[in-house]
């Protein structure tokens, strides 16, 4: 019985509305076929209505729940004089002035017993009430803000940590790889140029202190023959009793190489620019395995420069 008596004042209403609804969509589909197929002139005309019963929905459910409804309100409104204004002029474009009448006024037949009908069963509460409704709705709604971008900005921070962390695990892998690959080429150029063999190849070449004097601008001495008398007292072999060169130390074999390098890389004709002289120095240092400072070439090339050019004689 108490379902009965809340349905009761709905029903006038909603026939009115389902008679104002088919009744525009026949009206609009009808007009619009003269410029458009029928199916989508029909499908324009149910769009319309969909929208506008929509908006009448969404009314209802505001005022019953005591919330603001003016963006319903001001659509539907507006769709009931567009409403009004299309079946007027469908019943006089088919020459019936009284189905242009009846038209015209069911859609405010079923807007003002809606309107009445929504009166009648909206929620009656005071004007604070309803300020305490809203301010609790736009609280809840802030916390619900704030807890949204708290939960994005840990859920950037989550992914940014892991990013940053991958980056360091791939830079210390790369790392790892570039170090082990220079451990391998340090081998391999000590493999195919051991140390002990190029100093047995370039025996008495240059000395240090003639790698010093050469260096300062003085003339280096002598250096005795592989296998002929050195320099001591007795007129005896230099170097260890069985007539072999005394054991050179890395950093020794690697100067006389280079001192020897720098003379063989000069000698051309004409004498290379600087530029391509220590292009070419760092370039067969590189294949001999050999080290030296760039102010040690230009040293070297210095000197070599002043040995050949005027006054310094030939080499």
């Known amino acids: 019985m108490n379902q009965l008596?809340?349905?009761?004042?709905?029903?006038?209403?909603?026939?009115?509305?389902?008679?104002?609804?088919?009744?525009?969509?026949?009206?609009?589909?009808?007009?619009?076929?003269?410029?458009?197929?029928?199916?989508?002139?029909?499908?324009?005309?149910?769009?319309y209505d969909a929208v506008w019963l929509y908006a009448l929905a969404q009314e209802t459910a505001h005022r019953r729940q005591g919330s603001s409804a003016r963006l319903p309100k001001a659509i539907g409104w507006v769709f009931l004089p567009l409403t009004v204004a299309v079946l007027a002029v469908h019943g006089l474009l088919a020459?019936?002035?009284?189905?242009?009448?009846?038209?015209?006024?069911?859609p405010v037949l079923a807007k003002v017993t809606l309107v009445m009908a929504i009166d009648r069963d909206q929620t009656r509460i005071s004007a604070r009430?309803?300020?305490?409704?809203?301010?609790?709705?736009?609280?809840?709604?802030?916390r619900i803000a704030v807890s949204r971008a708290v939960a994005a900005a840990r859920a950037d921070e989550t992914k940014a940590a892991a990013e940053i962390l991958q980056a360091t695990r791939e830079a210390e892998a790369k790392a790892v790889t570039v170090t082990?690959?220079?451990?391998?080429?340090?081998?391999?150029?000590?493999?195919?140029?051991?140390?002990?063999?190029?100093?047995?190849?370039?025996?008495?070449?240059?000395?240090?202190?003639?790698?010093?004097?050469?260096?300062s601008g003085g003339v280096p001495e002598p250096v005795p023959?592989?296998?002929?008398?050195?320099?001591?007292?007795?007129?005896?072999?230099?170097?260890?009793?069985?007539?072999?060169p005394p054991t050179e130390s890395a950093r020794e074999a690697n100067n006389r190489a280079v001192a020897l390098l720098a003379a063989q890389l000069y000698a051309t004709d004409p004498p290379p620019s600087k530029r391509k002289f220590r292009a070419a120095m760092r370039a067969e240092m590189n294949a001999h395995g050999l080290?030296?400072?760039w102010d040690t070439i230009d040293a070297l090339y210095d000197r070599e420069r002043s040995l050949t050019g005027p006054g310094g004689g030939e080499r």
């Open 291 to 293: 080290t030296a400072s």
């Open 225 to 244: 023959a592989l296998g002929t008398g050195g320099g001591k007292p007795d007129g005896g072999q230099s170097g260890t009793d069985d007539g072999t």
């Open 95 to 106: 020459g019936d002035v009284l189905a242009a009448v009846v038209g015209a006024l069911i």
């Open 129 to 142: 009430a309803q300020a305490a409704i809203d301010r609790t709705r736009a609280t809840t709604r802030d």
């Open 180 to 215: 082990h690959d220079a451990f391998e080429k340090y081998a391999e150029v000590l493999e195919q140029h051991p140390v002990p063999e190029l100093a047995g190849e370039l025996p008495g070449l240059v000395s240090d202190s003639d790698l010093e004097a050469l260096l």
């Open 5 to 47: 008596k809340k349905a009761a004042p709905w029903v006038l209403p909603g026939i009115l509305t389902a008679v104002a609804v088919v009744w525009a969509v026949a009206a609009i589909g009808d007009t619009l076929t003269a410029q458009a197929h029928p199916a989508f002139a029909y499908s324009v005309a149910v769009l």
